[in-house]
């Protein structure tokens, strides 16, 4: 390893894996003062942080073919299996093609059906004037969207019971198997690595029944028909259910809690900026019919609203840290990075980096005015990363964040419960709060 600057405050035997759980964003985001590239322990391994958009850039597109998913990746294929969130450089390809057909445009604005008719019937069920816990909605809100998008109606009897029991536990444990010295648990009789691994085969279990219902169906609009219908490369053969299964598992867990996480954090910055909330109540209220779906393309009549999310991702990033590894000695910047090192960036540290962004901890949707994402380096805003591992899911989610605040809006006003304590953000697989108590206020109340 080359003599790269270490991160001060390591400790014996747990190097920085403290600073990384107790205080990971002020610890990353110091680093960019460091250097380009700065070296941190995790345990008895050393792992570089990259900090400079270009590199990072570099990592993920023009020297892609140099690096594989890291460790943090091999942690959650233990839930995940080989689906193409956690599929390596070889297979990523392969994976993409299999969910390809599930996310053209017009499969889409199939989704955004069952989006606009979960999003209305949660805004429906709040009541005015009481303090609710949205983060609470939020996560149950996605959690739905996402299986009635994935298997529509063929959801057996407790079996998305079991999804609910079991993903928030995964999830948990594959963050805290990223940064913690523990780097081999299986075996071990630690609480928290039994909880993980009866979690993996709990998720796994619900999702193979959910698989077969939808091969016995054999029809509908969702997601997982168009995936069983897909064949192995270069040949005719359909997909194995195993397959099919770990396929879903990526989808279920990308849209699941990002969704949720960024939503929380974006209705919380709602509240605090009424005026923010205004005109983005007129951008929807003149541009689309509150009672029909949005369609993918709608979202180019509503700069506003994209400009809101674009903010939300950008200073409340859901994927806060990720993991490559060199699977060769590669170039990096001021270094020559041995074969098998781990790499770790921080989207969220890029995003609130001063020489970008002004007052890059103020929430500003008008800055996407002034600066659109191209003008950007590369590397500089990444929420859905870049190249050839950008999220499949991207207008996906676009469409389903802009529906749920449209829902949300159309009917609510939002505070924060001056009783309540402040929300927090949590770091885990997703930077995320720890709750959000609001309470609701219908417009018409206040005069609107």
Not at 342 to 361: G, M
């Amino acid at each position: 390893m080359p003599e790269l600057p270490m991160a001060p405050g390591r400790l014996p035997l747990l190097g920085h894996a403290v600073r990384l759980v107790r205080s990971p964003m002020p610890f990353l985001e110091s680093l960019a003062g460091i250097a380009p590239l700065v070296r941190v322990r995790l345990g008895s391994g050393t792992a570089l942080v990259v900090t400079e958009p270009a590199l990072v850039h570099d990592v993920l597109v023009r020297k892609a073919s140099c690096f594989e998913k890291g460790e943090q990746f091999e942690n959650a294929r233990v839930i995940l299996g080989n689906g193409v969130l956690v599929a390596g450089r070889e297979d990523h390809l392969k994976h993409r093609r299999i969910l390809q057909p599930a996310f053209q445009p017009t499969a889409i604005d199939e989704y955004g059906v069952i989006m606009h008719r979960e999003a209305v019937r949660t805004a429906e069920s709040w009541v005015a004037g009481e303090c609710r816990d949205l983060q609470r909605d939020l996560d149950e809100l996605s959690l739905r969207v996402a299986l009635a998008t994935l298997f529509s109606g063929i959801l057996p009897p407790g079996v998305s019971d079991e999804v609910r029991r079991w993903l928030p536990v995964a999830l948990k444990g594959v963050a805290l198997r990223a940064v913690l010295p523990l780097r081999r648990w299986d075996g071990t009789r630690l609480a928290a690595a039994t909880r993980f691994h009866r979690s993996g085969v709990g998720l796994r279990d619900a999702v193979d029944a959910l698989v077969e219902s939808a091969a016995a169906s054999g029809s509908g609009a969702n997601m997982m028909n168009k995936i069983l219908d897909a064949t192995e490369e270069g040949t005719r053969r359909r997909i194995s259910s195993t397959q099919a299964r770990d396929e879903a598992l990526s989808v279920l867990v990308a849209a699941y809690e990002t969704t949720a996480s960024t939503l929380g954090s974006l209705l919380l910055e709602l509240g605090r900026n009424p005026r923010v909330e205004q005109r983005l109540f007129r951008e929807l209220t003149e541009n689309t019919d509150p009672s029909q779906p949005l369609r993918a393309a709608d979202l180019r009549h509503l700069p506003y609203a994209l400009a809101v999310v674009q903010e939300a991702l950008r200073l409340h990033t859901p994927g806060w840290f990720l993991m490559r590894r060199s699977s060769t000695e590669v170039e990096l910047g001021p270094a020559v990075v041995p074969r098998g090192t781990e790499v770790i960036f921080s989207p969220q540290a890029l995003h609130h980096a001063p020489s970008l962004f002004r007052e890059p901890h103020r929430f500003n949707p008008g800055r996407w005015a002034d600066t659109p994402v191209k003008s950007l380096p590369p590397g500089s805003y990444i929420p859905f990363l870049e190249g050839r591992h950008q999220c499949i899911g991207a207008h996906y989610a676009l469409l389903e964040m802009v529906t749920i605040l449209r829902a949300v809006c159309m009917r609510w006003k939002l505070r924060p419960s001056p009783s309540a304590p402040r929300p927090r953000h949590v770091f885990r697989t997703v930077m995320r709060l720890n709750a959000l108590p609001m309470t609701v206020t219908t417009r018409e109340h206040e005069g609107e």
